[in-house]
């Protein structure tokens, strides 16, 4: 095990130290530290290619670690396993919506509220109180009616919202969204923008990536800017977005 | 995998667990096919007579229980394996050598060691068997998927194979072993075709509802969750690996029994039933019967023997040529089946 008490975490619940990560001669993400305070909403921008998905790959155990550590609630990390971080109090959605395809709604959202342990999970039924948050949860996305309907059935937006759904069924501390608004017509995404809202309400800490700019202004608290893997940037979101090499690195105006 | 919210209905939890989907088994497809199937085989076992029927039928429940604990594999987990022929075999000659006849063997120059074990007594020993050897392999192919998993678990079934033939201190080699006993219990020997048909039936009852219940559980919902996306479902908290390796040993345990009562129903043994081959016929009784659906499985098991020993009697054709025409038949069965119905006859997933 790699876990191990790190020096105070200052009110940060999620720092990366010297984090890296390397395919072949590009570097991804490189010696990247950057620390995220506790709670409100913290977007992470960048142009294309510039690390973002990396980075929420590696905080999520996605992708291993070529280098650095990850502190997650001043629990310092070398090796982030993906099984091991809702433990940590992580979880995360995918740039390229990532469903059970060929699974119903229902049981997209019951598989990640089920016994953990397989001998318990092999006596479990569906329990009344798992089917109870299950609808909740679908009530809350607007997906009830859809149950039934395979994951592969949905529509983008539907499959996007039950991609939330699905996060929101775990009770953690920290939710990664990766490009939770791209590709949404106008009321999907006031309904994702209110999801988002709620769950900051409830006292968890949101990250996101975006590239629409007016949702990071209205949203975010907090701003990280990657260019090449590096921070290039990172505030109160107003004062970074003015800041000239922001303007010449992302927004090229 | 299907799971109702409003489980108001037990028979249709129970009718979606058996045949995969309660949606699908309204098409018109599922009931001609099976129609097909059962008509023919009872068409078949009418034609040929009571002494035929008993034996194709235990062929076909050893078949099935083979197919059936394969489908946990294939189609609930998403691991394509051909290596089960191995554990079938692991079994079958794990129920040969323990029930050694010492009367055969005294006989003999190279005899086996004589155990002489009663059948009941070994019959859990042959899943043990198989279970044991499905873990030590299982923690070395939980690294592998997709592709490479169907690669290494080719790689067992040539080595299983490899040492059936080459082991002949316990194996006896190519020359297989003779005179395995039959299930007795006291005096009572199961040596009449019929019982032997019940108790193959019996055990393909227990391996069915042991599926069913792994199937409908939580454990069998992450299974399929394996099966859709790997990394998608580890991000929640599921230990991939575990879950993977307790269905691998689960379904081996199963086939070893199957093993175990083929090697007793046949009373001989030689490497050549455990051959690369008769894994990628096992395969393809899986997709042509239906991806997780496990009477699915049990039709593709029924339509392959009815089709196996139903070209015994195409009278235009060369005895020397049956062996073969059966494979060109299947074969192009199964090219057909997944250009028009690539989900198999009673099925609702595509691999």
């Given at each position: ?6 020096p ?29 305070p ?6 992470i921008v ?13 905080l ?13 609630d ?10 091991e ?13 990532r ?5 119903s709604?229902w ?9 953990r342990?397989l ?9 009344p109180?798992?089917?109870r ?21 949905l ?22 969204f990766?490009e939770p ?14 999801i ?10 949101i ?19 990657l ?26 105006a | ?5 409003h489980g ?15 949606r699908m ?8 096919a099976?129609?097909?199937v059962?008509v ?8 040929r007579?009571t ?11 050893i078949?099935?229980?083979l197919?059936?604990s ?5 189609g ?6 051909v ?10 000659y794990t ?9 055969y063997?005294?006989l ?6 004589i ?13 043990a068997m198989?279970g044991?050897?499905?873990i ?15 690669l ?27 005179q ?15 019982e ?11 391996v ?10 939580s ?10 996306d ?7 908290g ?18 070893g ?14 490497p ?10 096992l ?7 239906g991806?997780?659906?496990i009477?699915g499985?049990?039709l593709?098991?029924m ?5 196996e ?20 038949v ?17 099925g609702?997933?595509?691999?």
């Open positions: 095990m790699t876990a191990e008490i790190a105070a975490g200052g009110g940060f619940i999620l720092e990366t130290r010297e984090v890296s990560k390397h395919f072949g001669a590009v570097k991804a993400v490189d010696r990247l530290s950057i620390s995220i506790r709670g409100g909403m913290t977007s960048g142009p294309n290619g510039s690390g973002k998905s990396t980075l929420i790959n590696l999520s155990g996605t992708l291993p670690l070529d280098g650095g550590m990850v502190i997650i001043g629990v310092g990390l070398k090796i982030v396993k993906a099984y971080t809702p433990a940590h109090g992580i979880t995360r959605t995918f740039q390229d919506v469903l059970f395809d060929q699974m709604v049981d997209n959202l019951m598989v990640v509220l089920t016994d342990r001998f318990p999970a092999l006596k479990e039924r569906a329990k109180a798992y089917k948050r299950a609808r909740e949860i679908l009530e809350s996305v607007g997906m009830w009616e859809k149950r039934r309907s395979l994951a592969m059935d529509s983008y937006g539907q499959r996007k919202l039950l991609e939330i759904g699905r996060v929101m069924a775990l009770d953690v501390s920290i939710y990664l990766d608004f791209a590709g949404l017509f106008p009321k999907m995404l006031e309904r994702v923008k209110g988002l809202k709620d769950i900051r309400g409830r006292g968890h800490t990250i996101f990536i975006s590239h629409n700019m007016d949702i990071v202004r209205e949203l975010s608290d907090r701003i990280f800017v260019d090449s893997g590096t921070l290039l940037a990172h505030g109160e979101v107003e004062e970074v977005l003015r800041s000239p090499d922001v303007i010449e690195a992302y927004l090229g | 995998m299907a799971t109702y919210p108001n209905s037990r028979l249709r939890a129970l009718a979606a667990g058996l045949s995969g989907s309660w088994s309204r098409s018109n497809f599922e009931l001609w099976n129609l097909l059962i023919a085989a009872a068409g078949f076992m009418l034609w007579g002494g035929f029927a008993i034996s194709l039928g235990t062929f076909v429940a078949w099935a229980i197919a059936v394969l489908n946990l594999l294939v609930y987990t998403g691991l394509l394996s290596g089960h022929v191995g554990f079938f075999g692991i079994g079958a129920m040969a050598i323990l029930t050694s006849n010492p009367a063997e005294q003999r120059t190279e005899a086996l060691p155990f002489a074990w009663p059948f009941f007594a070994v019959l859990p020993i042959c899943m198989a044991l050897v499905a030590a392999i299982g923690v070395v192919f939980n690294r592998f998927r997709d592709d490479i998993f169907v290494v678990s080719f790689g067992f079934a040539v080595i299983a194979f490899n040492v059936f033939l080459n082991w002949e201190g316990l194996t006896r080699g190519a020359f297989g072993i003779h395995i006993a039959r299930p007795a219990i006291g005096p009572w020997v199961f040596d009449d075709e019929v032997f048909l019940l108790l193959v039936v019996f055990f393909l009852g227990l069915v509802l042991a599926c069913w219940f792994i199937v409908t559980s454990f069998g919902r992450v299974l399929a969750a394996i099966r859709e790997e990394e998608a479902i580890a991000v929640f599921y230990r991939v690996v575990h879950y993977k390796l307790a269905i691998w040993v689960i379904s081996a345990m199963m086939a029994l199957a093993g175990g009562l083929f090697a007793s129903y046949t009373t001989f043994i030689d050549n039933s455990f051959i690369l081959l008769e894994s990628i016929l395969v393809s009784i899986v997709i042509m019967g991806l997780s659906s009477w499985s049990i593709g098991a339509a392959f023997v009815l089709l020993e139903g070209m015994r009697f195409v009278p235009f054709l060369p005895t020397e040529f049956i062996g073969q025409a059966r494979q060109v299947l074969g192009l069965l199964l090219v057909l089946l997944m250009l028009f119905r690539p989900q198999g006859l009673v609702r997933y595509k691999l």
